[in-house]
C-alpha cells in the first residue's frame, strides 16, 4: 500500500507548460507501476501516461504523445509529468497511480489500486 501525493497544478494559458510531481511513501511491489491520470467532474477517470519501474518503459495516451514526458529516475526519486503545449481540453484534475506491474502498465483505471488526492490544472486565456 502506498501514500501518493501530486503537486505543481497551475492555471496556465494554452501553450503554455507545467511539471506535475507526485511524491511516494509505503509499500510497493519490486516492480510496479506508476502512473497519470485525469478527471473532468461528471466524466470517466482518463489515463495520460504509465511507466514501469523494471524497464523504465513508458506508454502514452494519444492525446498526450509527443507533448507531455513522464518519468522517474529510480524507485527513491518523485514520479513526474512534464506537459508542454497546453490546450484548454487538458484542463482537468490529474492523479497519480500505483499498481502492480505484470509485464504491462496500462492505461486503465481498474489497473490501480493507490491513488493520489489531485492536483488542479487549468488552461485558459
Known amino acids: 500500500q502506498m501514500q501518493l501525493m501530486e503537486s505543481g497544478g497551475d492555471s496556465v494559458q494554452p501553450g503554455g507548460s507545467l511539471t506535475l510531481s507526485c511524491a511516494s511513501s509505503?509499500?510497493?511491489?519490486?516492480?510496479?507501476?506508476m502512473a497519470w491520470f485525469r478527471q473532468v467532474p461528471g466524466k470517466e477517470r482518463e489515463g495520460v501516461a504509465s511507466?514501469?519501474?523494471?524497464?523504465?518503459?513508458?506508454n502514452y495516451a494519444f492525446s498526450a504523445r509527443g507533448r507531455f514526458t513522464i518519468s522517474k529516475e529510480n524507485a527513491k526519486t518523485p514520479l513526474y509529468l512534464r506537459m508542454n503545449n497546453l490546450k484548454p481540453e487538458d484542463t482537468s484534475i490529474y492523479y497519480c497511480?500505483?499498481?502492480?506491474?505484470?509485464?504491462?502498465?496500462?492505461?486503465?483505471?481498474?489497473?490501480?489500486?493507490?491513488w493520489g488526492q489531485g492536483t488542479q490544472v487549468t488552461v485558459s486565456s
Open positions: 509505503g509499500i510497493t511491489y519490486r516492480n510496479y507501476c
Open positions: 511507466i514501469n519501474s523494471k524497464y523504465y518503459n513508458t
Open positions: 497511480a500505483h499498481g502492480p506491474y505484470d509485464g504491462i502498465c496500462p492505461l486503465a483505471a481498474t489497473h490501480y489500486a493507490d
